[in-house]
């Protein structure tokens, strides 16, 4: 059975950067963020792991953990790391896994499960799919997963956005349209019957269909 929306993500122990970690208990009480890259000095992951680096600060703002993960040795990882810091100006300042065996590959449903037990001979292309981004809650449940080829970057203001409208779901029970930003107009989801409404939006909203009722953003 594949991961879905709604799963709980896999825990697992691994090596990284800053050591060895239980993934759950990493978490915490906290929402994170896993990102994966198929292998250590490729082009367009370099590019990413700086730019995460960069906006760290915003979801350290978000309670939200990051965790990087490439098919490499936690070793390759501080080499790395070194270029990034060259070339984008910021270092990886979160903790990188070391995926050396597969195993979180395969729990997170990025390889199969006969593709081995070893980053040994293996190339970024037989990792091409070892490319997703995971957003988990603090209940361990996965709220997001977005899968982006080798050749395209990842938008990480994005997946902030995504971030803060999953967030403010969970604060209010809400649904944000197309396009939202933090602070524009939100959705009353059709679970929300008008009477529990008027309790949320005291000052009201405009019905546009009998499912599409638009209100403005809670404050919290």
């Not at 239980?22 to 367009?44: E, M, N, Y």
Request: glycine letters at 6%.
């Amino acid at each position: 059975m594949g991961l879905r929306i709604g799963s709980i993500a896999p825990d697992f122990t691994a090596r990284t950067t800053e050591g060895e970690i239980r993934f759950h208990d990493w978490i915490g009480d906290h929402w994170a963020i896993l990102f994966s890259h198929p292998k250590d000095f490729t082009p367009v992951c370099t590019t990413e792991l700086g730019y995460m680096a960069q906006l760290k600060p915003e979801f350290d703002r978000r309670g939200t953990r990051v965790i990087g993960l490439s098919v490499d040795p936690v070793e390759n990882h501080a080499t790395w790391a070194k270029d990034i810091e060259e070339t984008q100006g910021t270092a990886p300042n979160y903790p990188m896994i070391g995926d050396t065996d597969l195993e979180v590959a395969k729990l997170y449903d990025m390889l199969p499960e006969d593709e081995g037990d070893s980053c040994e001979g293996r190339t970024a292309m037989d990792n091409a799919t070892v490319r997703a981004v995971y957003v988990i809650g603090p209940d361990k449940r996965i709220k997001a997963m977005l899968v982006y080829p080798m050749t395209s970057g990842r938008d990480f203001n994005e997946i902030l956005r995504l971030l803060d409208s999953l967030q403010l779901n969970a604060r209010h029970t809400v649904a944000t349209p197309v396009n939202w930003r933090d602070g524009d107009d939100i959705i009353i989801p059709p679970a929300v019957t008008d009477e529990q409404a008027r309790d949320k939006f005291p000052e009201g909203w405009q019905t546009l269909k009998p499912y599409l009722r638009v209100a403005k953003q809670p404050v919290d």
